[in-house]
Each structure stands twice: as C-alpha cells, then as structure tokens.
C-alpha cells in the first residue's frame, strides 16, 4: 500500500519563475493538506483541498500561490514567480473519508524541498 | 501566535530509559492532538492521537497524557533506542474547524546509547 508520494524530491528555481508541486494521496484517500516548512521552524497549514474544491485556504500567501486537487491526477501546488523567500520544504498529507468525528488522521509524504536562487 | 508550545528545542536522554516530550498549547477550542516524529529529509510520521475526551493513550512503547485544565500534553517514550532519535512534533485540531493542523516547532530527541 504505497504512501503519500510528492514530486520532485527536490526543485532548483530562479528568482521569477514558476514552481509546480505535485502530490498523489495515498489510495482510498480524497482529502489532501499542503504544509510548508521554513528552517527551524514547525510546519505550518497551507490549504486544505478535497477533490475539485478547496475547502480552507487560510494559510495561504494571497498572492503568487495557488492549489488545485482535480477529478483526476495529483493535487498541484502551484508558485508563481518564486522569491527566496519562497525556499522551504512543502509537505503534503492526505487522510480518509471523514467518520463523523471528523478526526482522521493525516500521513503526510517525503516533501519536496525547494531552492529558489 | 503560536498556539502550539514545545518549549524545549532538544532532549537527550540514554537508551533504556525514558523520554519525556512536553507540548503546551493555548487554543482551547482544540480537541484532537497528535504526536509525529521526522527523520532529516524525510516526511512526518504519526505516532500517536489523543482525543480531548480522554486523558491518556497508549500505544506499545509511547503514552500520550493529555491535562486540559493545564493545556499540557506529554508524549512518553519507554524505553528509548537509538532509532528514536527525531524530531518530534506536536500538533493540535480546532473543534468545529476545518481539519488542519496546527505545529509545534519540534523537540529535536537524541537517544544515547
């Protein structure tokens, strides 16, 4: 049963173009979470995305950010003209179905670590 | 605002005995907390829940204590190994909010053997 799988492991970008971040939930799962981690630092939410919408975008920069979970295929997060600031691990998670309880755990993949020059 | 504490940013403990990771948190509309350990380059990795409803969960060699009254939790690991040298997170869920999670900024754990 193959877990949460992120790519590329690693991204090299320059300052002003685009980063694509893909992540394939683990299977039977339709929930997915992108986190992002700056050094020495926690994770910290991103969006929360089920298929074809997004249900909590809270944590995300308004602008140059986005992130979609389509019908079919990976969740994409997307960058657009990245910044230094934008250098991080971003990390995806998925979970189940929710029981009524709503508390599913969340797996999170191996991240994909990004290095805007 | 960090709503989640780990105010210890490492703990180094011998193998055998026991390791106490202590998480605080401010927020008390969260009701779900967990444990997850990193290795370097790698992703999280769930060790361990604890709903607001109970005050501790046990799962082989991990107990999760959970005291509300003192927004306190604590993960205990008996006994260590060396393989347990991580990063340990704690993180919180809001009740009635959406499913994200809400990190600590981790508790580097060195076993020694």
């Known amino acids: 049963n193959a877990g949460v799988m992120q790519n590329p492991r690693h991204l090299v970008r320059r300052r002003g173009q685009e980063a694509r971040l893909r992540c394939s939930p683990m299977k039977g799962h339709s929930h997915v979470y992108w986190y992002r981690q700056l050094p020495e630092e926690g994770l910290k939410f991103m969006v929360y995305?089920?298929?074809?919408?997004?249900?909590?975008e809270s944590g995300m920069p308004k602008e140059r950010f986005s992130a979609e979970f389509p019908k079919e295929g990976p969740s994409i997060l997307r960058i657009q003209q990245v910044v230094r600031g934008d250098s991080a691990a971003y990390f995806c998670?998925?979970?189940?179905?929710?029981?009524?309880?709503?508390?599913?755990?969340?797996?999170f993949g191996p991240g994909t670590r990004l290095t805007v020059l | 605002d960090q709503q989640v504490k780990q105010n210890s940013p490492s703990l180094s403990v011998q193998e055998g005995r026991i390791s106490i990771l202590n998480c605080d948190y401010t927020n008390s509309m969260f009701d779900y907390f967990l444990w997850y350990k990193k290795y370097p380059a790698e992703g999280p990795t769930f060790l361990i829940s604890i709903s607001s409803i109970k005050d501790k969960n046990e799962d082989g060699r991990f107990t999760v204590f959970l005291n509300k009254s003192a927004k306190h939790l604590s993960l205990h690991i008996v006994p260590s190994q060396p393989g347990d040298s991580a990063v340990y997170f704690c993180a919180a869920r809001r009740r009635g909010g959406s499913e994200k999670l809400v990190f600590g900024k981790g508790t580097k754990l060195t076993v020694n053997p």
């Open positions: 995305l089920q298929k074809e919408n997004i249900i909590d």
């Open positions: 998670a998925s979970s189940p179905t929710l029981g009524t309880s709503g508390t599913d755990t969340q797996y």
